[in-house]
């Protein structure tokens, strides 16, 4: 399809909306042929800081990107949009509670879902960034009745792509070299990657697995808390990597997972391995004819199922505190 793709990115003027822009406009996400057409939507306040982005890509002089305009508005942002990058979000501040967090990005998550709904392109395709993300995937995916629930992704593409770097750095083999690794759960520390199943150069991954004292203590925490990390080192939360696993996974979404490959998704489930419909948790899932697969009937032994029980009773839990809080 080279027909000019219509994609609209929230939070256009933050760190991540800044380092993703510039790489869909030169045709990183939707391929080297595919023109682009990008709608950014901002709050009002931050919409002259997204003009001076759009003036940075005006200056880019990409051949592929065809038109910027700019909205405060989220009706008009989302008019015929194919893909929605969902990257702006309420932030955490001092003082707020964890269930304030919640009901303030639920509040606009069931709006752009609403208005996803009526508006989108027949053909939408949804990633969420902004946190929590998996929640606020499932709150927009459950107020678009009309589009089909998996359409409606949210972002374990960074965790995933930390944890294949992690086990290049311990193992000495090229990122390239590694496949089948697995995100289980809920894009926040209680995530659990999972590598019983993956190739690490000639060498599978349960092999690696088998230092439990390396993979409890070391991988798995330096994985789920690399976010942290990142913060503490650069004072900002990462945005250049998370624009890139944004890329990637619209990339692979559209054009196709590599070979026998699997990354890791967040998209509703349809309970598979157990996870309770509705939630959106991360899993593993190859891309085929602009659709995600989950990937069915790993073997999951008991380390893992705790795991991944552990981070999914977190999301039941995000999703019941949401449900809560819209009755109230
Ligand atoms: P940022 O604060 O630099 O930018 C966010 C932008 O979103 C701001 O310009 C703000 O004006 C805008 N915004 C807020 N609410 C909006 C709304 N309702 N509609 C449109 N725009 C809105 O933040 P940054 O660093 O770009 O991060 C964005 C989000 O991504 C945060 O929620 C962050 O926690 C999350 N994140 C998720 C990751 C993941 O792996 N899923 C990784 C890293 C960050």
Redesign the pocket.
Known sequence: DVSPAVVTV??????????SLFRIAAGAMLGHDRPVRLRL???P??VT??EGTAMELEDGAFPLLESIDIF?D?RTAFDGAQFGLL??????TKGMERAELLAANSA?FAE?GRIINDVAAQDIRVI????P?NTNAAVAAANAPDVPGERFT??????HNRAIAQLARRTGTPVGRISRVTIWGN?SASQYPDIFHARVGDTPGAEIAADERWLVEDFIPTVATR?TAIIEARG????A??AN?TIDHVHDWVLGTAGDDWTSVAMPSTGAYGIREGLVSSVPARAAGGRWEIVEGLDINDFSRARIDASVAELEGELDAVAKLSRA
Request: glycine share 12%; net charge neutral.
């Open positions: 929230t939070g256009a003027a933050g760190s991540i909306g800044y380092a939507l901002e709050l306040a931050a800081a997204a405060d989220a990257i702006g979000a309420r932030p955490r606009i752009q969420v960034v902004g946190n993300a949210a972002l374990t593409r960074l965790d894009h976010g900002a939360s990462s945005a990597s998370a696993a």
